[in-house]
């Protein structure tokens, strides 16, 4: 009934691009017994990382305007500091590109054929797309939706930091030499 509110060229370009995009961020199994694991990145200091960077790129070099490499931040000493830079980095990088993967699909009116929430007078997602752009949308959707959001995401943000969960998978975690 609301197939008409989907561009389904778009549509279609949106989920190979994302599908494309998730051979790159995609858990990767746990090798098998006698399978070589590649070496864990090392922490490394603030001198570490300056070497690390002029040779990753020799015309930039390193740079810290706000000297963040010094800090050490919960008293975890300088190579734990780097640690929690470099994911925090990574993760902001995965985070904007995301945000802005949805910013566009929304933007050109693409949007699930089906009904955000139940019931007689549930919210169709077409009835979100058509309070407007992107920032109007958020601000139409139901408050339970929001807060569905952001539990979810502060729940992988906690599994992604349990130490237990990366001993599993043979990690550690990025602030203990992971």
Not at 84 to 90: Q, V
Not at 158 to 165: D, H, K
Request: proline share 6%; hydrophobic share 45%.
């Amino acid at each position: 009934a609301h197939l008409d509110t989907i561009n389904l060229p778009m549509l279609s370009a949106s989920v190979a691009l994302s599908a494309g995009s998730a051979a790159i961020t995609a858990p990767v199994a746990a090798p098998g017994r006698g399978a070589v694991r590649a070496a864990a990145p090392a922490l490394m200091d603030k001198s570490g990382l300056e070497g690390f960077a002029k040779e990753l790129n020799p015309v930039v070099g390193y740079w810290d305007p706000l000297n963040l490499a010094e800090l050490n931040f919960w008293g975890a000493g300088d190579d734990a500091t780097v640690g929690f830079l470099r994911h925090a980095e990574i993760k902001h990088g995965r985070v904007a590109m995301a945000a802005f993967v949805g910013y566009i699909v929304q933007s050109n009116g693409i949007c699930w054929p089906w009904a955000l929430t139940g019931g007689p007078n549930g919210v169709m997602h077409s009835d979100i797309l058509a309070a407007g752009g992107p920032a109007d949308q958020w601000d139409a959707l139901p408050t339970a939706s929001k807060l569905q959001i952001l539990l979810f995401v502060g729940g992988l943000e906690l599994w992604s930091e349990n130490s237990y969960v990366l001993g599993l998978s043979g990690e550690k975690h990025y602030m203990r030499g992971g």
